[in-house]
T-cell receptor
Framework: EAQVTQNPRYLITVTGKKLTVTCSQNMNHEYMSWYRQDPGLGLRQIYY???????DKGDVPEGYKVSRKEKRNFPLILESPSPNQTSLYFC?????????????FGQGTRLTVV | SQKIEQNSEALNIQEGKTATLTCNYT??????LQWYRQDPGRGPVFLLL?????KEKRKERLKVTFDTTLKQSLFHITASQPADSATYLCALGIAGRRALTFGSGTRLQVQP
């Protein structure tokens, strides 16, 4: 089954404790991205990757890091989480990096930073 | 400033009626517009894509219109069912940007 898999689904952590949210897709997609979703603000892109070893900032990159060492995986790293990073996070992938292409989303990771 | 507006209030309709959701945008010139469905606690799921030179697109009970003059897209679900209850997101595909720009969504509640 074609899918994007994120882990964990839920995470509660303390301020400053480094964490990683994993994302994996099995569709051989070139393009992967991370979004955060906050009430009333819609989905906002954090980082994206056009292919292996090619990553770039989205609209709200501050406080986040990513890496793309393999085509299927695109982890999101919070080196020093803060309470304003409490949010619902989604990983997404699409075949090519164009906006006329369907995006496939993971199930989401609800992060709470206390 | 650039804005995408979807009605933040939930839309409540009776089963069997047509649901119409609105996506308005300002100061954007999208080449494409996509609609997604999002269920509580789940990721968005793609429904339809319409191009700027297309007026209307249909898929089963779904219909999307795209009016670049009015800067508006309408999303219709005919013969609505309780299973259609969800939040619906519109997303703009803007030339020069690789990422979709999402609205905050409208929640649809279909009453049996």
């Amino acid at each position: 089954e074609a899918q994007v898999t994120q882990n964990p689904r839920y995470l509660i952590t303390v301020t400053g404790k480094k964490l990683t949210v994993t994302c994996s897709q099995n569709m051989n997609h070139e393009y992967m991205s991370w979004y955060r979703q906050d009430p009333g603000l819609g989905l906002r892109q954090i980082y994206y990757s056009m292919n292996v070893e090619v990553t770039d900032k989205g609209d709200v990159p501050e406080g986040y890091k990513v890496s793309r060492k393999e085509k299927r995986n695109f982890p999101l790293i919070l080196e020093s989480p803060s309470p304003n990073q409490t949010s619902l996070y989604f990983c997404a992938s699409s075949l090519v990096p164009r906006t006329n292409t369907e995006a496939f989303f993971g199930q989401g990771t609800r992060l709470t930073v206390v | 400033s650039q804005k995408i507006e979807q009605n933040s209030e939930a839309l409540n309709i009776q089963e069997g009626k047509t649901a119409t959701l609105t996506c308005n945008y300002t100061n954007y010139s999208p080449a494409y517009l996509q609609w997604y469905r999002q269920d509580p606690g789940r990721g968005p799921v793609f429904l339809l894509l319409i191009r700027e030179n297309e007026k209307e697109k249909r898929k089963e009970r779904l219909k999307v219109t795209f009016d670049t003059t009015l800067k508006q897209s309408l999303f219709h679900i005919t013969a609505s069912q309780p299973a259609d209850s969800a939040t619906y997101l519109c997303a703009l595909g803007i030339a020069g940007r690789r990422a979709l720009t999402f609205g905050s969504g409208t929640r649809l509640q279909v009453q049996p």
